[in-house]
């Protein structure tokens, strides 16, 4: 069982950032695509953004792109999300996710198998 640790959320201005960390506990952690999903008030559950266990083929939401970005530490079995510019449409409770070993990176929900607890980020106009 993998366990997954959001931090980093909080209550800011829109224009502002953040970056969030997901500490996963396994130890093939390089071996997993780790993603990024957010719920707004309301919503479903949606895509934010992959990386592959290399650090590889990145995906994002057409809706980030260019203000968010993805990374990971292997060394440290820790996902990031940065978060620039954000906006007030961006309040959601975040969530890391992780898929099995060797699985592409997927904007499914479906293609991951372990979810963090979600962090909260809210953003005020």
């Known amino acids: 069982q993998v366990q997954l640790v959001e931090s980093g959320g909080g209550l800011v201005h829109a224009g502002a950032s953040l970056r969030l960390s997901c500490a996963a506990s396994d130890r093939t952690f390089n071996y997993r695509t780790m993603g990024w999903f957010r719920q707004p008030p309301g919503k479903e559950r949606e895509f934010v953004a992959a990386i592959r266990g290399d650090g590889g083929n990145i995906l994002y939401a057409d809706s980030v792109k260019g203000r968010f970005r993805i990374s990971r530490d292997n060394d440290k079995n820790t996902a990031y999300l940065q978060m620039n510019n954000l906006k007030p449409e961006d309040t959601a409770v975040y969530f890391c996710?992780?898929?099995?070993?060797?699985?592409?990176?997927?904007?499914?929900?479906?293609?991951?198998?372990?979810w963090g607890q979600g962090t909260q980020v809210t953003v005020s106009s």
């Open positions: 996710a992780s898929s099995p070993p060797w699985r592409a990176q997927s904007m499914s929900a479906a293609s991951y198998i372990y």
